[in-house]
Structure formats: structure tokens, C-alpha cells
């Protein structure tokens, strides 16, 4: 079973800045995603196991960046919010590949609000 602690978000402003942490109890591919109101959960970010490689969806392109440090968590740096950027965001893993493709555990998820 694959523990995962995630913190971070809340409330900001269009423009600001806010970054998530997901801390997991092992290394493992690891990525964002996120699901507004009345919508799908879409995927956000993804780093691969060893880091080396990262991946954005179209619409955070440029203003978030997903990074992860030398043990197991990784982070999701938000810049320039804006209010279609709130949401509830989920932190996930994929166990069984070096890159996010099949997620098998998901954080509990953690809400952004972006609102002036």
C-alpha cells in the first residue's frame, strides 16, 4: 500500500503563486491531476522516477512546474493562477512504470481556489 501526503493550496489571487507537495512512501513516477466543478479530473503534470523527464498539459504549460526532490516527494510550483485553475488537485503514482501512464494510488486531493 503506497502512502501518499500531500499539502499546500488554499486561496489565492489571479496572478499569485501557491505549490503543492506530494510526499510518498517510496519513489515512483509521480504527477498531478486535478478536477474542477462539473468537470472531469484532467491531467495536470507528470515526472518520471528518476526525474529526468517532465510533462505538462497544454493548459499549465509556462506557468507550472512539476519538480521532485532526491527522495520521494515531488512538487507542483503554480505560477500566474488563474480561476480556471481551481480546482481540487490530486496527486498520483504509477508503481509499475518509470513514467506516469496507469495510475494505481491517488492522494486524498487538496483544493486550489482562485478568486479575487
Known amino acids: 500500500q503506497v502512502q501518499l501526503t500531500e499539502s499546500g493550496g488554499g486561496l489565492a489571487q489571479p496572478g499569485d503563486s501557491l505549490t503543492l507537495s506530494c510526499e510518498a512512501s517510496g519513489r515512483f513516477a509521480m504527477g498531478w491531476y486535478r478536477q474542477s466543478p462539473g468537470r472531469d479530473r484532467e491531467f495536470v503534470a507528470s515526472i518520471t522516477y528518476k526525474g529526468a523527464n517532465k510533462y505538462h498539459s497544454q493548459a499549465v504549460r509556462g506557468r507550472f512546474t512539476i519538480s521532485r526532490n532526491t527522495g520521494n516527494t515531488a512538487y507542483l510550483q503554480m505560477r500566474n493562477l488563474k480561476p480556471e485553475d481551481t480546482g481540487v488537485y490530486y496527486c498520483?503514482?504509477?508503481?509499475?512504470?518509470?513514467?506516469?501512464?496507469?495510475?494505481?494510488?491517488w492522494g486524498q486531493g487538496i483544493q486550489v481556489t482562485v478568486t479575487s
Open positions: 498520483a503514482v504509477d508503481t509499475s512504470h518509470g513514467r506516469l501512464e496507469q495510475p494505481d494510488y
